[in-house]
T-cell receptor
Framework: AQSVSQHNHHVILSEAASLELGCNYSYGGTVNLFWYVQYPGQHLQLLLKYFSGDPLVKGIKGFEAEFIKSKFSFNLRKPSVQWSDTAEYFCAVTPLNTGRRALTFGSGTRLQVQP | NAGVTQTPKFRVLKTGQSMTLLCAQDMNHEYMYWYRQDPGMGLRLIHYSVGEGTTAKGEVPDGYNVSRLKKQNFLLGLESAAPSQTSVYFC????????????FGPGTRLTVL
């Protein structure tokens, strides 16, 4: 079964610092990749997604992610974080052509941005 | 559009009690999902449905049952609640050909004493 690893469980940054959150998955075939964000007390919202094409994808609120197939990675980045980015971030994967119809989520990374 | 809604938002149960969580979506989505979210474990799939009248097991189905009698509703039932089922439950839905981009509800926080 495929798995998703998010190695950073809790990240604390100061405002204006740069952010990179790691995501690695275990499936060897073609995949769709997602980053979701969960602000305190709220439900999950889609931040960005990769289906095909340019491996550098841009999402909402200045976030971007790079798909590196050879490393099975889909790391999330933001050049300068804001206090309002404090949230939990989840990477999720769906392998294609397997009949699997659900997402596999990583364990999440809690980001705390200090003013 | 209300999107994906969940009822109730909070619930406290005693061990052995039963309850049903309701998920409703107004986007005419074919696929619907129930996840549970536990600290440090991300979201884990309980059950899902690929259309009205169909259901399938996910990663952690034990202790739960589901029904999809109407396309817009997906019910999650706990027949005999256990403390291990204390969690936040999220419902999600998507179109059939949306490459698995899912839309989530606000969640139900369940505590089993």
């Amino acid at each position: 079964a495929q798995s998703v690893s998010q190695h950073n469980h809790h990240v604390i940054l100061s405002e204006a610092a740069s952010l990179e959150l790691g995501c690695n998955y275990s499936y060897g075939g073609t995949v769709n990749l997602f980053w979701y964000v969960q602000y305190p007390g709220q439900h999950l919202q889609l931040l960005l997604k990769y289906f095909s094409g340019d491996p550098l994808v841009k999402g909402i609120k200045g976030f971007e992610a790079e798909f590196i197939k050879s490393k099975f990675s889909f790391n999330l980045r933001k050049p300068s974080v804001q206090w309002s980015d404090t949230a939990e971030y989840f990477c999720a994967v769906t392998p294609l052509n397997t009949g699997r119809r659900a997402l596999t989520f990583g364990s999440g990374t809690r980001l705390q941005v200090q003013p | 559009n209300a999107g994906v809604t969940q009822t109730p938002k909070f619930r406290v149960l005693k061990t052995g009690q039963s309850m049903t969580l309701l998920c409703a979506q107004d986007m005419n989505h074919e696929y619907m999902y129930w996840y549970r979210q536990d600290p440090g474990m991300g979201l884990r799939l309980i059950h899902y449905s690929v259309g009205e009248g169909t259901t399938a097991k996910g990663e952690v189905p034990d202790g739960y049952n589901v029904s999809r009698l109407k396309k817009q509703n997906f019910l999650l039932g706990l027949e005999s609640a256990a403390p291990s089922q204390t969690s936040v439950y999220f419902c999600a839905s998507r179109w059939e050909d949306s490459y698995n981009e899912q839309f989530f509800g606000p969640g139900t926080r369940l505590t089993v004493l």
